[in-house]
């Protein structure tokens, strides 16, 4: 028995707040280490651990964030496999995973975000994409990703009325904008030109 009267593996109400706390903490670390087969026995025992933040708390982190971050991207599936929201938030900074594997060029673990459904357009505390972030950052593997997935984004700003391209530090990180432009424009000419035909060919016929 201990001093407290309880059994030596029954611990006290202190004890296991404790222990529940070091339990949550263990999926966001092992989520950050890449420690697959830890994160997959912690979720198997306790699912929703899926969606903490390791503390206890409301930061709004997950696991996911912390495996999008680190590039891990088995524990990243593995996660979404599981339940893992694919937008969550952080409540300080509204930062998404898909933020995070960005600003740290994780280019798979963006490519499996954008298929399981990640928001490319999601705008953090500062009004920042993930694009933003990848183009500030100089990761050119994943701007051509996101730019690919949701053209429409290079057009947003952020709080201080900066577009993605506006953000990269470097010619060679500006590329890919204007690749992306260059093909729009060829597009678009060729849709022009496909719609002139056809209302030649409709005039043409009214015509005859």
Known sequence: MGGGGHS???GTPYD???EEMEFMRG???AAQRGDLEKLRALLSRRPELAHADGAGGNSGYTPLHYAAREGHAECVSLLLSRGAAVDAATSAGAATPLHR???TNRADVVRILLAAGADPAAADADAETPLH???ARGAVACVEILLRAAPHVARLVDRRGARPEDRAPTEDARAPFRAAAAAAAK?????AGRRL???GTARLARAE
């Open 27 to 29: 999926a966001c670390a």
């Open 101 to 103: 594997a960005a600003y």
């Open 133 to 135: 972030k990848a183009s």
């Open 16 to 18: 296991q707040r404790l």
């Open 187 to 191: 597009a678009n000419a060729g849709e």
């Open 197 to 199: 035909r056809g209302d």
């Open 8 to 10: 030596d593996d029954e």
